[in-house]
């Protein structure tokens, strides 16, 4: 048997022409490709382990994923090497060794995304931010990110995953909006996160922004139990994956 290293990678990658991170039959993922491009390099299949998931069209600057691979290469060798094998829309920002017991998900203490919204047209930023069409009140936004802090149960900000014994519970610990020039930023961080959790937050921060969602409404889905109503989802678009803290 061929001898190997565990390796922990962060990717980046743009998510818009991608049907997420996890490999599906007959989709291009980014879980997919970049399988494709290690197993092009070592010349035998390669299987790689995420952190977790991103939704087809979110993106990512910092995505850390695992892998076996054969004793063949330095790392700066594979840096180089997945440059010209990677498509141009996914980059391997670093490569490096670990211990066989690493597991790129399960070892990981905490997630942080944001999610960027502009108030006005913007050809150069329409794949990377929300384009909203209206004008937001930030001290509702803020009103609402504040409420987001701390350990809740999100079943009503989340797609279950149809695992009884999967918890829905979370504990945020950075919940919050900045302004960056034009644009407004949420910045989330948290243990855990769940399937269209980020960005049903965000949609359902906006419609409390808008008026058509009181702050004690907002409140209640957060306290649970599970709502008839769930919260309104925001386009995928506009969410990055930042990092990831082991």
Same mark, same amino acid.
């Given at each position: 048997?061929?001898?190997?290293?565990?390796?922990?990678?962060?990717?980046?990658y743009?998510?818009?022409?991608?049907?997420?991170?996890?490999?599906?039959p007959?989709?291009?993922?980014?879980?997919?490709?970049?399988?494709?491009?290690?197993?092009?390099?070592?010349?035998?299949?390669?299987?790689?382990?995420?952190?977790?998931?991103?939704?087809? /069209?979110? !993106? @990512?600057?910092?995505q %850390?994923?695992?892998?076996?691979?054969?004793? =063949?290469?330095? *790392?700066?060798?594979?840096?180089?090497?997945?440059?010209?094998?990677?498509?141009?829309?996914?980059?391997?920002?670093?490569?490096?060794?670990?211990?066989? /017991?690493? !597991? @790129?998900?399960?070892? %990981?203490?905490?997630?942080?995304?944001?999610? =960027?919204?502009? *108030?006005?047209?913007?050809?150069?930023?329409?794949?990377?931010?929300?384009?909203?069409?209206?004008?937001?009140?930030?001290?509702?936004?803020?009103?609402?990110?504040?409420?987001?802090?701390?350990?809740?149960?999100?079943?009503?900000?989340?797609?279950?995953?149809?695992?009884?014994?999967?918890?829905?519970?979370?504990?945020?610990?950075?919940?919050?909006?900045?302004?960056a020039?034009?644009?407004?930023?949420?910045?989330?961080?948290g243990?855990?996160?769940?399937?269209?959790?980020?960005?049903?937050?965000?949609?359902?921060?906006?419609?409390?922004?808008?008026?058509?969602?009181?702050?004690?409404?907002?409140e209640?889905?957060?306290?649970?139990?599970?709502?008839?109503?769930?919260?309104?989802?925001?386009?995928?678009?506009?969410?990055?994956?930042?990092?990831?803290?082991?």
């Amino acid at each position: 048997m061929q001898e190997t290293n565990r390796h922990k990678f962060i990717f980046e990658y743009d998510g818009t022409h991608f049907s997420g991170w996890q490999r599906q039959p007959d989709e291009r993922t980014v879980q997919g490709v970049i399988e494709g491009a290690f197993s092009t390099l070592f010349q035998k299949e390669i299987k790689i382990a995420g952190q977790g998931r991103t939704d087809a /069209g979110v !993106h @990512a600057t910092g995505q %850390a994923a695992h892998a076996d691979l054969p004793v =063949r290469f330095e *790392e700066y060798r594979i840096l180089h090497a997945m440059k010209g094998l990677l498509p141009n829309d996914v980059a391997l920002l670093k490569a490096e060794k670990i211990s066989p /017991g690493f !597991h @790129a998900r399960f070892d %990981a203490v905490s997630r942080s995304y944001t999610y =960027r919204l502009l *108030e006005r047209p913007s050809p150069l930023n329409r794949h990377f931010t929300w384009i909203y069409h209206g004008t937001l009140r930030e001290d509702l936004l803020n009103e609402s990110a504040d409420k987001i802090t701390g350990t809740h149960d999100f079943i009503n900000f989340c797609i279950p995953s149809g695992d009884e014994y999967q918890t829905t519970e979370c504990t945020i610990t950075e919940s919050f909006w900045e302004k960056a020039g034009e644009v407004l930023v949420y910045r989330i961080k948290g243990n855990r996160f769940l399937r269209h959790m980020v960005r049903r937050i965000v949609g359902t921060m906006v419609r409390v922004s808008e008026g058509k969602l009181r702050l004690d409404q907002f409140e209640k889905l957060l306290s649970g139990p599970e709502s008839v109503q769930k919260g309104h989802t925001a386009p995928a678009r506009g969410l990055v994956l930042e990092s990831v803290e082991y």
